[in-house]
T-cell receptor
Framework: GESVGLHLPTLSVQEGDNSIINCAYS??????FIWYKQESGKGPQFIID?????DKRQGQRVTVLLNKTVKHLSLQIAATQPGDSAVYFC?????????????FGKGTLLTVNP | DAGITQSPRHKVTETGTPVTLRCHQT?????MYWYRQDPGHGLRLIHY???????DKGEVSDGYSVSRSKTEDFLLTLESATSSQTSVYFC??????????????FGDGTRLSIL
C-alpha cells in the first residue's frame, strides 16, 4: 500500500533527466485537479493545476497532462534537479459549484540523484 | 508563500487531555481547512470553514471540533485526546475567484504526539 514517507511508490532519476509522475483519479465527475509537492517537514506546496476542459497545461519546468478517458493525470518535470526531491501528490475536486473540497492521492516519492 | 501560521509546531501531550491547534492566516481568504496526514492515508479532511462561524465536517471529524470567530483564525480542538489522534495536522486556506475555486495553500503543519 501507499503511505506518506513509508512504502510510497518511488521514482528515482538522474539530475538533468525528465521525470514523469502519474496519478489515477477516481471520480469521473471531477472537474479540477492539482499537483502538490511536499518536502520533508513542510506542508504541501502548490505546483500547478488544470481544469477538466483542458488536456495540458504548462508551467515553469512542469507540465500537467489530463486524460479524462482513462482518469489519469501526469506531472512532467523537465531537467530534474536535486531540489525537486520530494513527495508529489495529486488532488481532485468533485464537480459542482459549491464543492470546494479536495480528495488527495497518497503520493509518489521522487528522488533525484546528483 | 501564503501567509499561514500554525501553532504550536510540535506538541506532546497525554491521553485524555484537551488540545487546541491554531491556524492563523493573513490572506483574508474565506475558506479554511484542517487535515491530518498519516502513513497509508495521505491527507484527510477533518473540518472546514466557509466563513466566520460557518463550519462543517470532513471525512474524519469524530473526536474533533472547530471554531472560527474571525476570518483569520481557525481553531481545531481535540476535547479528549487519544493515541489514534497522533498525527501531523495541516491547515489550508483557499479563495474563490472569478475563474472559480483557487488552489488550497497549506501551512507547515503541527506534529502532535499523544502518549
Amino acid at each position: 500500500g501507499e503511505s506518506v514517507g513509508l512504502h510510497l511508490p518511488t521514482l528515482s532519476v538522474q539530475e538533468g533527466d525528465n521525470s514523469i509522475i502519474n496519478c489515477a483519479y477516481s471520480n469521473s465527475a471531477s472537474d479540477y485537479f492539482i499537483w502538490y509537492k511536499q518536502e520533508s517537514g513542510k506542508g504541501p506546496q502548490f505546483i500547478i493545476d488544470i481544469r477538466s476542459n483542458m488536456d495540458k497545461r504548462q508551467g515553469q519546468r512542469v507540465t500537467v497532462l489530463l486524460n479524462k478517458t482513462v482518469k489519469h493525470l501526469s506531472l512532467q518535470i523537465a531537467a530534474t534537479q536535486p531540489g525537486d526531491s520530494a513527495v508529489y501528490f495529486c488532488a481532485e475536486r468533485g464537480s459542482g459549484g459549491s464543492n470546494y473540497k479536495l480528495t488527495f492521492g497518497k503520493g509518489t516519492l521522487l528522488t533525484v540523484n546528483p | 508563500d501564503a501567509g499561514i501560521t500554525q501553532s504550536p509546531r510540535h506538541k506532546v501531550t497525554e491521553t485524555g487531555t484537551p488540545v487546541t491547534l491554531r491556524c492563523h492566516q493573513t490572506e483574508n481568504h474565506r475558506y479554511m481547512y484542517w487535515y491530518r496526514q498519516d502513513p497509508g492515508h495521505g491527507l484527510r479532511l477533518i473540518h472546514y470553514s466557509y466563513g466566520v462561524k460557518d463550519t462543517d465536517k470532513g471525512e474524519v471529524s469524530d473526536g474533533y471540533s472547530v471554531s472560527r470567530s474571525k476570518t483569520e483564525d481557525f481553531l481545531l480542538t481535540l476535547e479528549s485526546a487519544t493515541s489514534s489522534q497522533t498525527s501531523v495536522y495541516f491547515c489550508a486556506i483557499s479563495e474563490r475567484g472569478a475563474g472559480g475555486f483557487q488552489p488550497q495553500h497549506f501551512g507547515d503543519g503541527t506534529r502532535l504526539s499523544i502518549l
